[in-house]
């Protein structure tokens, strides 16, 4: 007699799948006919992007590439490349006109970090963080009053900072410390926060402070708080691995003291809600950079290999180096196609959260190995400042780090698909 097996109700069939994941759904397409819709591939842009990132690919070769080196080694951005970026309305890709900004799609961000990040990921992170955290902040988020104020000051010459990490809440970024106390009509901040991008040369900062400690998260609001208020510090620039000509720096708080009709940013404990939407989206402008970061340090080493000749023939002719170039190369597309598909999703306003965190924690994964298959393959050259090759294995590194580490997006993937199924 055959014996019978309990199996769980998950393992009853190979031939019928009880649920269907949800990216493998297909959805209906507009009608053709009477929208005018194409399906068209994912590398496909319009005229508009195809122009700014053209536009960008020049501007990157011609004003970055010549101070790369020296931003690196002196850990500080060039006042010309800053400027340079304002000037060419890169600091306000998605901002309106009426406020001094290009008025280009969330995807033109993307192509721009990708193309700045081949020739400095510093430089792309500078774009990168003006356009999907401060500029969506005040987009988003901001009263008619404070849009007029600052949106065209950071579209022109302000660059904005993000204050959330302490000392003591990295990832566990909601436990923070820092106290915004209610004094009658005003609140009186007081705290410090480390690892904050850009604060060397911010000129307005988003301070996430505690306005009822006793509501825990729910307690957290986002203060606008200019650089010239009183009680507010910049301190000195860490001294970084990577991404050198990008500053990171502790801020601290002193009685910092601001009107809640002009300083406050959205709603009293919204704070919490306002960081996770903005960190979502940011993710992928992460993935962007790190997708450029990669893809630049390929485009540098395989026409060494090319030209490097051993035992009479180029390296690049051996079929064990074709064979790994070939496999970081299908990676890399990966990595793209991933990065623009969550881009195209969050610019349609479809969910995108699950494949931000993919996008982000593959590119930062194909960013590490392609920067160090890189340097094999320069051999002893690679190991050398003579190349840029080292720089962006040293840059590539953060990419595993900030806003939410591997870790975290691997969580965050789990949590979305513990939803679907």
């Known amino acids: 007699q055959q014996l019978k097996r309990n199996m769980p109700a998950y393992l009853a069939s190979w031939r019928a799948s009880p649920c269907v994941f949800r ?3 297909s959805e209906l397409m507009p009608n053709l006919a009477s929208d005018g819709v194409v399906c068209a591939p994912l590398q496909t842009f319009t005229e508009e992007e195809t ?10 070769q011609e004003r970055v590439a010549p101070l790369v080196q020296k931003m690196d080694e002196n850990s500080k951005m060039e006042d010309s490349v800053i400027q340079g970026l304002f000037e060419q309305g890169l600091m306000g890709i998605e901002l309106g006109e009426e406020y001094g900004g290009t008025g280009a799609s969330f ?3 993307i192509l721009v970090v990708e ?3 081949k020739v400095d990921p510093a430089v792309a992170l500078l774009c990168e963080l003006q356009n999907t955290l401060t500029n969506k902040l005040f987009t988003t988020y901001g009263t008619e009053e404070q849009k007029g104020t600052y949106l065209p000051r950071v579209a022109k010459d302000t660059i904005g900072s993000f204050c959330l990490s302490e000392t003591g809440s990295g990832s566990d970024a909601f436990s923070l ?4 106390e209610k004094k009658g009509d005003y609140y009186i901040i007081n ?3 480390m690892w904050i991008s850009l604060a060397e040369h911010a000129g307005v900062f988003f301070v996430m402070a505690n306005t009822d400690p006793s509501l825990g998260y729910r307690g957290i609001t986002c203060f606008i708080v200019d650089r010239n208020t009183e009680g507010l510090h910049v301190g000195k620039k860490e001294d970084k691995l990577g991404i050198r000509a990008s500053s990171t720096c502790p801020v601290t708080f002193e009685n910092v003291k601001v009107v809640p009709e002009t300083n406050i940013l959205g709603q009293v404990g919204q704070g919490y809600k306002y960081a996770i939407g903005m960190l979502n989206t940011g993710r992928i402008g992460i993935a962007a950079q790190m997708l450029g970061l990669a893809q630049g340090c390929f485009d540098h080493t395989i026409p060494y290999t090319k030209e490097r000749v051993q035992f009479g023939k180029s390296v690049f002719d051996f079929q064990g180096m074709q064979h790994q170039i070939a496999q970081v190369a299908t990676q890399l597309e990966a990595a793209r196609l991933l990065t ?3 881009a195209r999703l969050a610019e349609t306003g479809r969910p995108f959260i699950k494949e931000a965190s993919m996008a982000k924690y593959y590119a930062a994964e194909v960013a590490t190995l392609t920067t160090s298959k890189c340097i ?9 400042k003579n190349y840029p090759i080292e720089k962006y294995y040293r840059d590539c590194k953060i990419g595993t780090i900030y806003e939410g580490t591997s870790n975290i997006q691997l969580s965050t993937i789990a949590k979305s698909l513990a939803q679907e199924y």
């Open 51 to 60: 122009m700014l990132k053209n536009m960008v690919t020049k501007f990157a």
């Open 23 to 25: 990216s493998s759904k």
């Open 340 to 342: 623009y598909n969550a």
């Open 177 to 180: 410390k820092t106290r915004a």
């Open 107 to 109: 995807f033109s961000i």
């Open 191 to 193: 705290g410090s926060k």
């Open 376 to 384: 094999e393959w320069m051999g002893g050259v690679g190991f050398t």
């Open 115 to 117: 193309e700045l990040a």
